[in-house]
């Protein structure tokens, strides 16, 4: 199938961007978006210009590299599926596509559809994480988790940390992924224990780095390629007015 | 400190907004005592009281301060952490009322001052004035004042556009509250959702009845 493409193309951080054209020709039904575009690069080097940057790496929905708005949607038009993971077969002959960066102020672009995602990972360095001795592996079963209280953990654990919650939010707020983080550690015994100073500090590591408040639209949910829950920003709701009720720091 | 946290500034946005609500709730009921001829004894019971109705006012004007400042607060940083929009997007969830709660916030804030000035302080009408006109029982005629005032078109139309701002207001904010005070989960957040759209229609009919019944004739002094 041949297809009209509008590509953000920007050269650097402090450049202006803007929408360019190209013809994707002879695109098979089989390929995966990404590949697509790999196409349409390598003819694009072909005739000697400078091919389209994009982020991606596995390629199999989980590593969270991929990040690319279609049509308006993060990740594109098939619900629970990363870019890479977009089959061109849900586009048809002579469909035109927009493809876009994610936006947010907290995420700037490197260039043309790569953005700088570090703001998440600093929102991760700032409460994260669990504070353990290191030692000898501890024995598998010493620790009772109860089959529910595991499965939600592994439920928020799913998120991959592609940031298409933040493209997806009219705020930019990064809540979902937050939440995501909050939720995933305050499920488990070991988390529990620091999750009243967790949820502070990130929260406001959250706002430090730029992203907004959430006011609860749920595009973050329906955008999500790992259908993350709003109910956790719920729970990170329930743990922030926990941590104001206990006075611990 | 819970002002100057995301959560925190949420949470004082949802618990003034549900007083907000709450008070919304009392004042249709207290309003429907028009239907039954009621409205004038119903008034005259709650200013028997003059210092309760100001601690109350007072408690009111600090409730919607709060809700005002932040709720500016919070639209001023959320547009600034999205500089840039998309070329294309496409909503999957956010809906009209969702999108514009600072400006139906804010239209409902300036119809609040005018209602103040034309029912409460009665100085934009002084000829109908329920503070000087008073019932056959002696009481301040409020109810001779509310028709009066609805039968001009656009006194009627000014509150009808007020109502509907307020719903649209409540239709995305009754469900937000719930979920930004953690009352909700995987099962009961769509039944939150739906209940709060449909409060918000019935508060959209208590309130828009008075003026539009009024001004089409169907209740007449
Ligand atoms: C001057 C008037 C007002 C302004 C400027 C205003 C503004 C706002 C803003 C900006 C929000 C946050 C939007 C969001 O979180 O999605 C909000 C939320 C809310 N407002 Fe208002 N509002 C006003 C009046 C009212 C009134 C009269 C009521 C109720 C009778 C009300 C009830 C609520 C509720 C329940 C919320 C939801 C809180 C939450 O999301 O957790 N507001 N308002
Ligand atoms: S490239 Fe790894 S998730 Fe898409």
């Known amino acids: 199938m041949n297809l009209t493409l509008y590509i953000w193309r920007q050269k650097g951080p402090d450049k202006k961007g803007g929408l360019q054209q190209f013809k994707a020709e002879n695109i098979s039904p089989e390929m995966s978006f990404l590949e697509m575009l790999d196409v349409v690069n390598e003819q694009l080097i072909k005739i000697g210009q400078e091919p389209i940057a994009f982020d991606h790496d596995c390629r199999e929905g989980i590593c969270g590299m991929c990040s690319q708005v279609i049509n308006g949607v993060p990740h594109g038009p098939q619900e629970r599926t990363t870019v890479c993971q977009l089959h061109m077969r849900h586009f048809k002959h002579g469909d035109s596509i927009y493809i876009e960066p994610w936006r947010a102020r907290a995420f700037p672009v490197i260039k043309d559809l790569i953005v700088d995602r570090s703001a998440l990972d600093r929102i991760i360095q700032a409460g994260g994480y669990i504070s353990v001795h290191t030692g000898g592996v501890p024995d598998a079963n010493a620790v009772l988790i109860s089959k529910k209280s595991a499965d939600t953990a592994m439920d928020a654990s799913e998120c991959i940390g592609c940031g298409a919650c933040v493209a997806a939010c009219p705020n930019g707020s990064a809540m979902l992924f937050t939440a995501a983080k909050i939720t995933h550690l305050a499920m488990l015994p070991q988390g529990k224990i620091e999750a009243a100073r967790r949820v502070c500090v990130m929260t406001e590591a959250m706002m430090r780095e730029g992203f907004g408040n959430c006011t609860n639209h749920y595009e973050c949910q329906a955008a999500c390629p790992k259908d993350i829950r709003v109910s956790f920003i719920a729970r990170l709701n329930r743990e922030f007015i926990k941590a104001q009720l206990k006075d611990t720091g | ?221």
């Open chain 2, 1 to 221: 400190m819970l002002i100057k946290n995301t959560v925190g500034k949420k949470i004082i946005m949802a618990i003034t907004g549900q007083m907000l609500v709450l008070f919304i709730v009392i004042h249709m009921i207290g309003n429907s005592a028009i239907y039954v001829g009621g409205l004038n004894a119903y008034a005259d019971r709650v200013h028997a009281l003059p210092l309760l109705v100001w601690i109350f006012r007072l408690v009111m004007l600090m409730i919607f301060s709060l809700h005002i400042m932040i709720g500016i607060e919070l639209y001023l940083e959320n547009r600034k952490a999205k500089p840039e929009g998309y070329a294309v997007k496409q909503d999957l969830r956010a809906t009209f009322a969702s999108k514009n709660m600072l400006w139906t916030g804010l239209l409902t804030g300036a119809f609040l001052v005018y209602h103040l000035l034309h029912f409460t302080f009665q100085v934009i009408n002084p000829e109908i004035a329920a503070l000087r006109i008073h019932d056959a029982a002696g009481r301040p005629d409020v109810s001779g004042m509310v028709l009066q005032s609805f039968q001009n078109p656009a006194v009627s139309s000014v509150y009808i556009f007020a109502v509907i701002m307020l719903s649209l207001h409540l239709s995305h904010g009754i469900q937000s509250s719930f979920q930004t005070l953690g009352i909700s989960n995987e099962r009961t957040l769509p039944g939150i959702i739906k209940t709060g759209s449909v409060a918000a229609l019935v508060l959209f009919l208590g309130y828009v009845s008075i003026p539009l019944l009024i001004f089409i004739g169907v209740m007449k002094g």
